[in-house]
């Protein structure tokens, strides 16, 4: 009777195999033509003096033609000298730094859209360092494709230590989902990191994004693009546009900014969202009473250990391909031990979400 328990993996299994399917159709996009089409860059920040410039470098040095995007800055009330960090930067091209006509990141980035002049938005945060042919790609895929969303590849920077690998494997974790369920037509999630979507496709969409929530800005909007038009989100995959970002530097950091993702999943309407949240929560509480059982009842540990087996299959399928993907299959041995924390990790964050304040921060 307690093998019977495995047949509750089965959605998981059906889910998590789906989304790896489509990262077998990834193919690499290679510019053959040059985009002529103007971009607006917009960079919300709060608090970022140090980190800006360097982000700001990397705009300076992009080979895109400068004729053809313009950079808009938007100060979200920092406390710091980010505003005249940002005033004081040189750039040949169109450069505006204006302050937030509000508050929050997603207020920001309202702020810099309204005062751009861009057909396609391109959303980076502060703390992030892009490529040099990051603009240059962006054009040249959305020429030739026309779609309403770009959605970028991720990848957070590299650490020592298992805090910093578990982050890592994490995060692969999450794009390889991104990634393959983009890829099956049915985009779950994205990362307002890196991502492109048309100036007017976002005052189409802009009143579905919550504004009293902290964060959201990128999975709402995709949502709402996607209930419209979901074969109007696509998803490039080129190291051209690979956007690279900080991780977390301490574990209480790391808890509240996954609590502020996760606490946003009860106003999710996208139902395909909604049911891969649901089933993979509890698909976690599963293992959980199954090992709590197992306590009591040394036999339930051997159901334990099949169960774990069985789920780690397309957790590992998904994650290697994204670890080959990244350059970062140096990660893998570590995938066992994440693989016995991420249960309780995951009720962490859960429980931490309860106990986060809606507030507008980044």
Known sequence: MPWLLLILLLPYL??????YNGLLSIKQFHPEKHGTTFLSVVVPCRDEEKNLPFLLSDISSQTLDNNLFELIIVDDNSGDSTFQAASGFSHTGIKKVIRNRG?????????????????????????????????????????????????????????????HRFQELEFLSLQGVTAGSALCGDPVMCNGAGLAFTRESYFRHSGDLHYELASGDDIFLLHSIKKESPEKI?????????????????????????????????????????VLAIVTFVTILIQLAILGAGIFYPSMLIVFGAFV???????????????????????????LPSQLIYPFYV?????????????TEF
């Open 14 to 19: 059906y889910l998590l195999m789906r989304i």
């Open 103 to 163: 508050t929050g990141k997603k207020t920001a980035i309202r702020t810099g859209i309204e005062d751009s002049a861009g057909e396609l938005i391109i959303t980076i945060d502060a703390d992030c360092r892009i490529e040099r042919t990051f603009l240059e790609t962006l054009s040249s895929f959305y020429s030739g494709n026309r779609p309403e969303m770009i959605i970028c590849p991720v990848e957070l920077e590299s650490g020592r230590g298992f805090f």
């Open 234 to 274: 696509s998803w490039i995959e080129s190291e051209g546009v690979k956007v690279t970002t900080q991780q977390a530097v301490s574990l209480a950091s790391f808890i509240r900014q996954r609590a502020r993702w996760i606490s946003k999943t009860g106003h999710y309407r996208d139902t395909s969202a909604k």
């Open 309 to 335: 087996a069985l789920k780690s299959v397309p957790d590992f399928l998904i994650l290697h391909n994204t670890a080959t993907r990244y350059k970062k299959r140096n990660l893998l041995p570590w995938f």
């Open 347 to 359: 009720t962490a964050i859960v429980l931490s979400a309860f106990f986060t304040k809606r507030t």
